[in-house]
């Protein structure tokens, strides 16, 4: 009977050969991140930064993205974007946060209106002001640090130490490295890309999770094994495992990014990036780390895990 | 031959039905069933989301501007000397001049209660807002505004507004399905107070704007009509919109859109009294310290009248409205606006509804081109997982957003996951050289604690989502939670039903999964 199956059944790939390209790959990788958030920064969003943002659809024939800038510019509202917005009709104008307080955002989204209202529907109207902005983006860093300290905090729990502490370097990569991933693509930096980042931790731990859970279960299968050699030999029993589940999550993510609208691209293309580098950053970060200390073999041994209902 | 207490089944059972009855309204309309489809978000349903700060200080320095004027009235009737006295956005201070007066003072005073801190140091009496005075005003008003939002925009009671108040001075209005976004704020945007004051004939707006000088007691005010025109007014509220009965839009003698009004017996009496001993001076209609119009009285006017003044049919309807509806306490300020058009919305159903449709089908492709009959039994999981959310949401009410939708998508994805681990577990006991059923029963077992650790932690992340996201964000975080439990339940008992049963019924040798 035929089976797909994208790694062989006795899978043996050398990890602990690869390992050191992965640390190189990733010091590479957060160094980029790192150099790219601080040298081009963010592209922020209003939700953040403040702003208004406003989508409108050409009530005939397409866009004219040239005449509406010119129309605008003229307007002085500042800094002005405007961009088609998945075809060639729709266009996404950016007005930047306005001097002065929140009436004079309102006023602005007034006129913008009246001057495009002859050739254009409005479909999509929003506006943060400077107050909200600060806000949500306390609310955001907020988010993430105390997510990834519950995780943390249940790695701990569930496994000792040293796992808790490779799960959360593997988190920091993923999470720094998705945020220079925004920063590079120049991708939108807003409210949804917090819940992507959120999800991101979510799926790389749950898939960190799944490779230590074998470990610490080989520890005692294999009592008289190296420590190393029951690292790789976990990887490798659990690496069909990972691949089918990242390639469904991706295909379910792929469908999202080509169907799911303009609005959800971006947000998808995100999460994309993120199961790539949430599993890679499993079998890399999370396992590579724990080659280097000590881990304890009798343990935790018995109370958290059923006993097997069946003896060897 | 594999067990499967039959309280599982039962569990089975009732779940499945129970997610049946309750996605059933989403599919089809039943008439008579009570139950209800999912609560679209603004987002894909259009409409209009504001988050407003009611201007508290506004309210404070109007009511301690009244006060000091109250104050002026009570000294003057008693005929006490006094000088300096002044209210800003913090107090009211005055001094006499002379100390004699100490004790009228104190029982001018004496009336302040409890939400006001009243000292006199060094001959300067200051009266300010207490803090539990400033607290019961600020709820007072925030209450009230909510009132006569609620009235603003639903005055039918028909459209659903979600109005609420958030933290200590904002409103939350969420108003689904409107066209015209402008129009919300329109009716919002003015406080709506309106007033008739005589106007103080001694000297011309021009002349009081030139010289900059104001007989006391008048005040100068711009027009409401964009016509430059000033006007010095009495300060005295003669009658004001509060003693409105009613006011309807209309046209006025020349077809031009006018206001008609009638007001209550108490405004009515006092109106009849104004206008009847001041025939011949204009009356100045005022809204929002701008004057409408000032006509003058040619008669006396009792009950009913009429307000003429620049106007297209849709501002005098909406004015009419805010008429009725009354006068804000306080004037609101827009800090958050996210607005989305109806035709916007239903693309995004409709680009939510294929993305998910493809997934799926990719998803299931997948695992039964990997896992084959078993495959397909996940796939069966999956699909009785989507009808679990669509029940789980409709039945607790929950907002389905765009972004609600992608979590969905994403929790197909993910939902696999437990299938694949449960799978591959089997997988490996087969290669272990277990047979059919005790592989079955191996893999189920060592999974699960597997499956829980990545469940629990994913649904952590969601859980914080919820707490610290707003907006959109939440949606996406609500459907993600609920697909992590739904998707535990059909791996571990669903799935793992179906798979029992197959087994049981075919009994084969061997096992390829």
């Known amino acids: 009977m035929f089976r797909l199956k994208l790694i062989p059944d006795n899978s043996s790939f050398p990890f602990l050969n690869l390992f050191k390209f992965g640390f190189v790959f990733s010091a590479?990788?957060?160094?980029?991140?790192?150099?790219?958030?601080?040298?081009?920064?963010?592209?922020?969003?209003?939700?953040?930064?403040?702003?208004?943002?406003?989508?409108?659809?050409?009530?005939?024939?397409?866009?004219?993205?040239?005449?509406?800038?010119?129309?605008?510019?003229?307007?002085?509202?500042?800094?002005?974007?405007?961009?088609?917005?998945?075809?060639?009709?729709?266009?996404?104008?950016?007005?930047?946060?306005?001097?002065?307080?929140?009436?004079?955002?309102?006023?602005?989204?007034?006129?913008?209106?009246?001057?495009?209202?002859?050739?254009?529907?409005?479909?999509?109207?929003?506006?943060?002001?400077?107050?909200?902005?600060?806000?949500?983006?306390?609310?955001?860093?907020?988010?993430?640090?105390?997510?990834?300290?519950?995780?943390?905090?249940?790695?701990?729990?569930?496994?000792?130490?040293?796992?808790?502490?490779?799960?959360?370097?593997?988190?920091?990569?993923?999470?720094?490295?998705?945020?220079?991933?925004?920063?590079?693509?120049?991708?939108?930096?807003?409210?949804?890309?917090?819940?992507?980042?959120?999800?991101?931790?979510?799926?790389?731990?749950?898939?960190?999770?799944?490779?230590?859970?074998?470990?610490?279960?080989?520890?005692?299968?294999?009592?008289?094994?190296?420590?190393?050699?029951?690292?790789?030999?976990?990887?490798?029993?659990?690496?069909?495992?990972?691949?089918?589940?990242?390639?469904?999550?991706?295909?379910?993510l792929i469908a999202i990014m080509v169907f799911g609208g303009p609005v959800l691209r971006d947000f998808a293309a995100a999460m994309l990036w993120g199961v790539l580098i949430g599993t890679y950053s499993s079998i890399f970060i999370a396992a590579g780390v724990l080659t280097y200390v000590a881990l304890n073999r009798s343990g935790d041994d018995t109370a958290d895990i059923p006993k097997p209902e069946f003896e060897e | 031959m594999l067990q499967f207490e039959a309280w599982k089944r039962l569990v089975i059972l009732i779940v499945c039905l129970a997610g049946l009855l309750a996605a059933l309204p989403n599919v089809v309309s039943v008439p008579f069933y009570p139950g209800k489809s999912v609560n679209l978000g603004l987002d894909l349903r259009g409409g209009s989301h504001l988050l407003l700060r009611t201007d508290i200080n506004a309210v404070v320095t109007e009511r301690l501007s009244d006060i000091a004027e109250g104050i002026r009235i009570s000294f003057r009737e008693e005929k006490v000397r006094f000088k300096s006295l002044t209210s800003d956005e913090n107090s009211v201070s005055f001094s006499l001049r002379d100390e004699?007066?100490?004790?009228?003072?104190?029982?001018?005073?004496?009336?302040?209660?409890?939400?006001?801190?009243?000292?006199?140091?060094?001959?300067?009496?200051?009266?300010?807002?207490?803090?539990?005075?400033?607290?019961?005003?600020?709820?007072?008003t925030v209450e009230q505004a909510i009132e006569?939002?609620?009235?603003?925009?639903?005055?039918?009671?028909?459209?659903?507004?979600?109005?609420?108040?958030?933290?200590?001075?904002?409103?939350?209005?969420?108003?689904?399905?409107?066209?015209?976004?402008?129009?919300?704020?329109?009716?919002?945007?003015?406080?709506?107070?309106?007033?008739?004051?005589?106007?103080?004939?001694?000297?011309?707006?021009?002349?009081a704007k030139s010289s900059g000088r104001v007989p006391p007691g008048s005040v100068l005010l711009e027009s409401a009509s964009n016509d430059g025109q000033s006007y010095v007014v009495e300060k005295r509220v003669m009658v004001s919109g509060d003693m409105l009965e009613t006011a309807s839009a209309g046209f006025d003698q020349n077809n031009s859109p006018a206001i008609n009004f009638s007001l209550n017996s108490i405004g009515a009496k006092k109106f009849a009294t104004v206008t009847g001993s001041?025939?011949?001076?204009?009356?100045?209609?005022?809204?929002?310290?701008?004057?409408?119009?000032?006509?003058?009285?040619?008669?006396?006017?009792?009950?009913?009248?009429?307000?003429?003044?620049?106007?297209?049919?849709?501002?005098?309807?909406d004015l009419a409205l805010v008429l009725r509806a009354g006068a804000l306490p306080a004037p609101l300020t827009v800090l958050e606006e996210r607005s989305i058009g109806p035709g916007l919305?239903?693309?995004?159903?409709?680009?939510?509804?294929?993305?998910?449709?493809?997934?799926?089908?990719?998803?299931?492709f997948y695992i039964v081109l990997s896992y084959g009959i078993y495959g397909a039994m996940a796939s069966a999981g999956?699909?009785?997982?989507?009808?679990?959310?669509?029940?789980?949401?409709?039945?607790?009410?929950?907002?389905?957003?765009?972004?609600?939708?992608?979590?969905?998508?994403?929790?197909?994805?993910?939902?696999?996951?437990?299938?694949?681990?449960?799978?591959?577990?089997?997988?490996?006991?087969?290669?272990?050289?277990?047979?059919?059923?005790?592989?079955?029963?191996?893999?189920?077992?060592?999974?699960?604690?597997?499956?829980?650790?990545?469940?629990?932690?994913?649904?952590?992340?969601?859980?914080?989502?919820?707490?610290?996201?707003?907006?959109?964000?939440?949606?996406?975080?609500?459907?993600?939670?609920?697909?992590?439990i739904t998707s535990l339940f059909t791996a571990i008992l669903f799935t793992r039903f179906l798979i029992v049963l197959w087994i049981n019924a075919k009994k084969p040798k061997t096992l390829v999964i």
């Open chain 2, 345 to 364: 919305g239903a693309d995004s159903i409709a680009a939510g509804q294929i993305a998910a449709i493809v997934g799926i089908i990719l998803v299931i």
């Open chain 2, 100 to 140: 004699g007066d100490a004790s009228i003072r104190d029982t001018v005073l004496s009336e302040f209660d409890d939400d006001f801190v009243v000292g006199t140091q060094a001959g300067t009496t200051i009266i300010a807002f207490s803090d539990s005075g400033f607290l019961e005003l600020q709820s007072r």
């Open chain 1, 28 to 252: 590479i990788l957060i160094a980029l991140s790192v150099g790219s958030f601080l040298y081009q920064g963010l592209n922020l969003g209003i939700d953040f930064k403040g702003g208004i943002l406003i989508e409108a659809k050409s009530k005939q024939g397409s866009a004219d993205v040239q005449r509406l800038r010119a129309e605008l510019g003229e307007m002085s509202f500042g800094e002005v974007s405007i961009q088609l917005f998945g075809a060639e009709d729709e266009v996404l104008i950016r007005i930047q946060k306005q001097e002065g307080d929140e009436q004079a955002q309102v006023q602005v989204i007034k006129e913008v209106n009246a001057l495009i209202s002859d050739g254009y529907t409005v479909r999509r109207t929003e506006f943060v002001g400077p107050t909200i902005g600060a806000e949500l983006t306390q609310k955001g860093i907020l988010a993430v640090v105390s997510a990834l300290a519950a995780i943390m905090i249940y790695i701990w729990f569930r496994f000792e130490w040293q796992y808790s502490i490779a799960a959360i370097l593997a988190l920091s990569h993923d999470v720094i490295s998705t945020i220079g991933f925004f920063s590079l693509t120049s991708f939108e930096f807003n409210l949804a890309t917090i819940a992507a980042i959120l999800t991101i931790a979510g799926y790389s731990i749950n898939d960190t999770v799944v490779v230590f859970d074998r470990i610490r279960e080989n520890f005692r299968r294999y009592k008289s094994w190296e420590q190393n050699d029951i690292i790789n030999k976990s990887l490798n029993e659990t690496l069909s495992r990972t691949v089918m589940t990242s390639v469904t999550t991706a295909l379910a």
């Open chain 2, 148 to 207: 006569i939002i609620r009235r603003r925009l639903d005055p039918d009671g028909t459209k659903e507004p979600v109005i609420q108040r958030q933290g200590v001075d904002r409103i939350l209005v969420q108003v689904p399905g409107i066209d015209d976004p402008e129009r919300v704020k329109a009716l919002l945007g003015r406080t709506a107070r309106l007033t008739f004051q005589l106007v103080d004939m001694r000297i011309t707006g021009a002349e």
């Open chain 2, 382 to 484: 999956l699909l009785v997982n989507l009808m679990l959310i669509l029940g789980a949401l409709s039945l607790i009410q929950a907002t389905l957003t765009l972004p609600g939708i992608a979590g969905i998508v994403l929790t197909m994805g993910m939902a696999v996951d437990s299938n694949v681990l449960i799978f591959e577990r089997i997988r490996e006991e087969l290669r272990r050289g277990r047979g059919v059923r005790d592989a079955i029963k191996a893999g189920y077992s060592r999974a699960i604690s597997t499956i829980m650790d990545a469940n629990l932690t994913t649904l952590i992340a969601s859980i914080l989502l919820y707490i610290f996201g707003s907006g959109p964000v939440r949606g996406f975080s609500v459907t993600l939670g609920i697909g992590i």
């Open chain 2, 278 to 317: 001041n025939i011949g001076r204009p009356f100045a209609i005022i809204l929002d310290n701008e004057v409408v119009s000032a006509p003058t009285i040619r008669a006396q006017i009792f009950a009913n009248g009429q307000i003429t003044g620049d106007f297209s049919i849709q501002e005098s309807n």
